[in-house]
């Protein structure tokens, strides 16, 4: 292997080490490196497809993209969905291989450090630079036998770890100081240095803690990086960043259900960077707002347990009042799916076997069961011939009497809306990052449409990313601690 190699781990769920290990890929790719971002394992119902009909997490894929290369299975080999009832579905390289429950994943996890490395390996023979993130926290030492996410794949390839503090949660100085404090003395050595991570005010203020922390763990302090607004115009990992809402004083209003198995929630990205559009996240507990101008059903890696939280909000009697003030209903994936008249589910794919009914705004039936739907779709809506480009990630077939919603240049069709053009559903993720099918919903609820460039600002803001941490942090400190792994280590 020519690669070398860095990881950063946190103190912490949600500290930004997808963010930073984006950042750093777009800084390196631009020194003229080829850099491959890695993650051993991840746990989100956000996830992404990739070319050759795999799945990986969506951050891992926004990585890829800062490193201008094509997404690959390889860059996140074990990847956890949450579900109900069953825990969560366990996906290896890209295909689903089982469920699996909390308990028993822990006793399975070391078996899967094989597939880990092998994975690492392909990318490490590709790369100048991988760039690994860790998963939740370093200090989970209650976790630490068999570990794959964190100090049990460093050590095991010998790849050098970055610890990351976030500042804005408060508790910086504890939260690392006490990282060195609970850890494996052997796991300690494994660390290089430390950055202090989303810092509001005068830098010069917290100049000592920095010393500080460097004096009790005996780790150089490798930058402070101020907090970085515009992280919000990036796609989140998981559930933990869901925002509440965007920019006050949209004047049309998206309400969007966030129930308790949300998948794919980037999905409504693009619509929160939409001049005059306001996206409200509703929670179990909140009502539907009354002036909402469109209420989105988003995917759910637990459809019918999150028709059943639907329900138990009353999000359907809201839903039925909405549309009776002449409002729209669009639902993605598993959100299309609770459209529909009933969801059976005779294997037991989500949980016992079933059959349960639908929310009946329009004519579809659904089957869960068969083969995962994994693919990259291109195709146009039928009635306004407007192209569209995105992808399908589900179990289960709908079959509608209603309109369909697409022609598919593959052939056939997809999703469907009602008679009165006000509900309509698909299982087509990535549309509203699509501009063409964007605009043709803004205009489909009576909004302004925008000459909004989505792509084009995912790409300005992973580059103003790169010169927030070129400013911030110690880039060639970073890359000069980057080492090339070694199989076979102690772990």
């Known amino acids: 292997m020519q690669a070398r190699a860095l990881m950063i781990q946190g103190t912490g769920s949600d500290v930004g080490k997808s963010l930073l290990v984006a950042g750093l890929a777009r800084v390196f790719v631009r020194r003229g490196l080829r850099v491959l971002p890695f993650k051993p394992q991840n746990m989100s119902n956000n996830a992404a497809v990739?070319?050759?009909?795999?799945?990986?997490?969506?951050a891992q894929a926004l990585q890829a993209r800062a490193a201008r290369v094509d997404v690959s299975v390889h860059m996140n080999p074990v990847l956890l969905k949450p579900q109900s009832d069953i825990g969560a579905q366990l996906i290896v390289q890209g295909r689903v291989v089982g469920n699996t429950w909390a308990r028993e994943y822990q006793a399975i996890k070391a078996g899967l450090l094989g597939a880990v490395l092998d994975s690492?390996?392909?990318l490490a023979a590709e790369a100048d630079l991988v760039l690994v993130e860790g998963a939740g926290s370093a200090s989970e030492v209650n976790l630490r036998a068999d570990d794959i996410a964190n100090m049990g794949f460093a050590r095991a390839a010998d790849v050098p770890v970055v610890l990351v503090g976030d500042i804005d949660r408060g508790g910086v100085i504890a939260s690392l100081v006490g990282t060195k404090a609970v850890i494996d003395p052997a796991d300690a050595a494994m660390i290089v240095g430390f950055l202090v991570?989303?810092?509001r005010g005068d830098p010069s203020l917290f100049a000592g803690g920095m010393a500080l922390i460097a004096n009790r763990t005996g780790w150089p302090a490798l930058g402070l990086v101020p907090y970085f607004p515009d992280a919000i115009r990036l796609p989140a990992e998981d559930a933990l960043s869901l925002p509440g809402r965007s920019?006050?004083?949209?004047?049309v209003k998206v309400v969007v259900l966030a129930y308790p198995h949300l998948a794919n929630f980037d999905d409504v990205d693009p619509l929160r960077q939409e001049p005059g559009v306001d996206v409200v996240f509703v929670r179990p507990g909140e009502p539907i707002p009354g002036d909402a101008r469109l209420v989105i059903l988003p995917g759910s890696k637990a459809t019918i347990a999150d028709l059943a939280t639907l329900r138990e909000a009353g999000w359907e009697i809201d839903l039925k009042a909405h549309l009776?003030?002449?409002?729209h209903v669009?639902?993605?994936?598993?959100?299309?799916?609770?459209?529909?008249?009933?969801?059976s589910d005779p294997e037991g794919?989500?949980?016992?076997p079933g059959s349960v009914e639908g929310l009946c705004l329009i004519e579809a039936e659904t089957v869960m069961g068969g083969d995962k739907v994994l693919v990259e779709v291109t195709g146009k809506t039928v009635a306004e011939g407007v192209p569209f480009k995105g992808y399908e990630m589900h179990v289960g077939r709908t079959t509608t009497t209603t309109r369909p919603l697409f022609d598919l240049d593959r052939g056939g069709t997809d999703g469907a809306i009602d008679a009165s053009g006000r509900v309509a559903?698909?299982?087509?993720?990535?549309?509203l990052a699509d501009d063409r099918q964007r605009r043709h919903w803004l205009q489909w609820i009576g909004a302004n449409r925008s000459g909004l460039d989505y792509e084009a600002g995912i790409e300005d803001t992973l580059d103003r990313l790169a010169d927030h941490l070129e400013e911030h942090v110690d880039c060639a400190r970073l890359l000069e601690l980057a080492r090339r792994p070694r199989f076979g280590a102690t772990s």
Not at 50 to 58: F, H, K, M, S, V
């Open 50 to 58: 990739t070319a050759d009909g795999g799945e990986i997490g969506r």
């Open 120 to 122: 690492f390996g392909r």
């Open 197 to 199: 991570n989303r810092f």
């Open 247 to 251: 920019a006050p004083g949209g004047a």
């Open 324 to 327: 009776r003030r002449g409002g």
């Open 330 to 343: 669009l639902g993605l994936c598993g959100g299309y799916q609770m459209l529909g008249r009933r969801i």
């Open 349 to 352: 794919i989500e949980g016992p």
């Open 425 to 431: 559903g698909c299982y087509i993720h990535g549309l």
